[in-house]
């Protein structure tokens, strides 16, 4: 499968600081990178989808101006949490289509980033 | 009504048995399904496609029941490794790349 890697892995940060989340696809062109939230025992919450070259689709009840996302080439998108506060602490996760066994698209992960934001 | 839902569990079975999974999906129109296997403070990883013709891999078998609207995952001879959480994806007819999580059914494997 495509793989899909993430930077920083673990991020622990004072409140009021700005976080930048890197994604990239190591072995394939991502034209649309999506970025997900999971706080503990809950599940997958889509929060935005980053388009190269245009602006990212934001989720409802996510705010474009504090999860500001750039995709400016093929194989990068960067979330950056800005004046990052405790309730951000998170898993924060990023995806990006690939081909499956069966030729079909789904979605390959990268392996996280948690944010404690102290 | 969400797009897919599941039983969140959670499941705990003896090594060796049988367990099956149910998921379902509002969208008839929805054309692509998978399951997906996360880790405990893992990332998702794709576990396998789902088929109209129903498909195998090794102890897993997946099925999709277009006219009922759900799809299945059936884990033969369980292995303490297969304790995880199995989330249900959906990718909807129309929706683009977006895909549909379910909240995930958590199984634990006992010895």
């Known amino acids: 499968g495509a793989v899909v890697s993430q930077h920083p892995s673990w991020v622990i940060c004072k409140s009021g600081t700005s976080v930048k989340i890197e994604c990239r696809s190591l072995?394939?062109?991502?034209?649309?990178m999506f970025w997900y939230r999971q706080f503990p025992k809950q599940s997958l919450m889509l929060m935005a989808t980053?388009?190269?070259?245009?602006?990212?689709?934001?989720e409802q009840g996510v705010e474009k101006d504090k999860f500001l996302i750039n995709h400016a080439s093929l194989t990068l998108s960067t979330l950056t949490v800005t004046s990052a506060h405790p309730e951000d602490s998170s898993f924060y996760i990023c995806?990006?289509?690939?081909?499956?066994?069966?030729?079909?698209?789904?979605?390959?992960f990268g392996p996280g980033t948690r944010l404690l934001v102290l | 009504r969400k797009e897919v839902e599941q039983d969140p569990g959670p499941f705990n079975v003896p090594e060796g048995a049988t367990v099956a999974f149910n998921c379902t999906y509002s969208n008839s129109a929805s054309q692509s399904f998978f399951w997906y296997r996360q880790d405990c403070r893992k990332e998702p990883k794709l576990l396998m496609s789902?088929?109209?013709s129903g498909n195998e891999d090794g102890r897993f078998t997946a099925q999709l029941n277009r006219a009922s609207q759900y799809i299945s995952l059936l884990i033969r001879d369980s292995k303490l490794s297969d304790s995880a959480t199995y989330l249900c994806?959906?990718?909807?007819?129309?929706?683009?790349?977006?895909?549909?999580f379910g909240t995930g059914t958590s199984l634990t494997v006992i010895p």
């Open positions: 995806s990006a289509n690939g081909l499956a066994g069966g030729l079909e698209e789904t979605q390959y």
């Open positions: 789902v088929y109209s």
């Open positions: 994806v959906v990718n909807p007819l129309g929706s683009g790349n977006q895909f549909y």
């Open positions: 980053s388009n190269e070259g245009s602006k990212a689709t934001y």
């Open positions: 072995d394939f062109q991502a034209t649309t």
